[in-house]
């Protein structure tokens, strides 16, 4: 069981005042301690009803937001990742950005060994975008283009 103090700075999590904010906010993102450095794991975390706007027009996007990654030292906390993924909701971003972005938040937040962030948004104009980003370090580069070339080939299936 974790201590007190390993949960010092999440705040989120069991606070019944919680705000939704709408508009990108990183700095709601809150981690705690990886309890098992020496292990070589891999947690993936599903958003399946994401939503930001089209930076032109304005409209809602609607996505499907997968995020997996190796922890080094930190790990996202749940509530907080989606309060931030939330904090989208008024965004106005092309879909590729918004998944390099989520990345990057991340990547900066926890130094994870390996990271990756698949998007499936939802058709519009008959075209479903799905962008993939990823990045790791010196010890997962080939694991970085292993994926790369795999995304290549997935196209996601109605579950």
Not at 77 to 83: A, V
Not at 115 to 138: L, T
Request: aromatic share 10%; with cysteine; hydrophobic share 35%.
């Amino acid at each position: 069981m974790r201590e007190k103090k390993e949960l010092k700075g999440i705040t989120h999590l069991g606070n019944n005042n919680t705000v939704y904010t709408s508009d990108y906010n990183p700095e709601l993102l809150e981690t705690f301690e990886n309890k098992h450095p020496e292990n070589e794991y891999v947690v993936t975390l599903d958003c399946p009803e994401f939503t930001t706007l089209c930076p032109k027009t304005g409209q809602p996007d609607f996505g499907h937001i997968v995020i997996s990654y190796i922890p080094r030292n930190r790990m996202v906390e749940s509530k907080s990742l989606k309060l931030y993924l939330f904090s989208f909701r008024n965004h106005g971003d092309f879909h590729e950005d918004v998944v390099n972005i989520i990345m990057k938040d991340l990547w900066k937040l926890m130094d994870p060994k390996y990271i990756e962030v698949k998007g499936f948004f939802m058709p519009r104009g008959g075209i479903s975008i799905h962008p993939f980003a990823n990045m790791g370090d010196i010890d997962h580069q080939k694991l970085i283009m292993q994926r790369q070339l795999q995304a290549f080939d997935t196209v996601r299936k109605n579950d």
